[in-house]
């Protein structure tokens, strides 16, 4: 059974930094590429980054490049998002998914994140 | 970046039939834009229904379906069950599969 578990979340302040974590397990996580959504309360779908094998290729959306970082390890079955500079608008629920037979196939249950003062 | 298109709320009844539209601002939805369909109920995680514009995965029910209309994409479901009363979103790449834009989600009634 595919099972992607998120943490890291929590409580920060405008322009701090979390680091969030996704182990996996139940699928051989070297070969499948990862993404990173999230959903602020109340809202919709927003897709964060994706990463590619090894961790050679990386995307993120225009908000969020150059203040967070999509990684993995391999050896750990671990998926990361540094989040640093971080904004109130960050606030959100923090879901890992994978891709197999296209992106987002399996979800985790996400991590809240909330960035106030 | 790209806006993508959905209605915000729609009503089915049960047994009836129901089609969910997601359009992109840059113009017609293609398979060139590899249309994605989720479904999320009330405090749950976000699930695939389908990937590539029609394709599904083994946990899709049989009653959903996805295909273009009328130069959209477009979700159809066949045969509204009670359990089917969700949020609906979809999400397009319009940069070859590497960035995804989702859509505002369309909140499903089975009434």
């Known amino acids: 059974e595919v099972q992607l578990v998120e943490s890291g979340g929590g409580q920060v302040q405008p322009g701090g930094s979390l680091r969030l974590s996704c182990v996996a397990s139940?699928?051989?996580?070297?070969?499948?590429?990862m993404s990173w959504v999230r959903q602020a309360p109340g809202k919709g779908l927003e897709w964060v980054a994706n990463?590619?094998?090894?961790?050679?290729?990386?995307d993120y959306l225009d908000s969020v490049k150059g203040r967070f970082t999509i990684s993995r390890d391999d050896a750990k079955n671990s998926l990361y998002l540094q989040m640093n500079s971080l904004r109130v608008e960050d606030t959100a629920v923090y879901y890992c998914?994978?891709?197999?037979?296209?992106?987002?196939?399996?979800w985790g249950q996400g991590t809240l994140v909330t960035v106030s003062s | 970046q790209a806006v993508v298109t959905q209605e915000p709320s729609l009503t089915v009844s049960p047994g009836g039939t129901v089609t969910l539209t997601c359009g992109s601002s840059?113009?017609?939805?293609?398979?060139?834009?590899?249309p994605y369909w989720f479904q999320q109920r009330p405090g749950q995680a976000p699930r695939t229904l389908i990937y590539?514009?029609?394709n599904k995965h083994s946990w899709t029910p049989a009653r959903f379906s996805g295909s273009l209309l009328g130069g959209k994409a477009a979700l159809t479901l066949s045969g509204a069950q009670p359990e089917d009363e969700a949020d609906y979103y979809c999400?397009?790449?319009?940069?070859?599969?590497?960035?995804?834009?989702f859509g505002g989600g369309t909140k499903l009634t089975v009434l």
């Open positions: 998914a994978r891709a197999a037979d296209g992106w987002f196939a399996d």
């Open positions: 590539d514009t029609r």
């Open positions: 139940g699928f051989t996580f070297s070969h499948s590429w």
């Open positions: 990463i590619r094998l090894d961790g050679r290729d990386r």
């Open positions: 840059t113009g017609t939805v293609t398979s060139g834009h590899y």
């Open positions: 999400c397009l790449s319009h940069s070859g599969a590497r960035d995804w834009v």
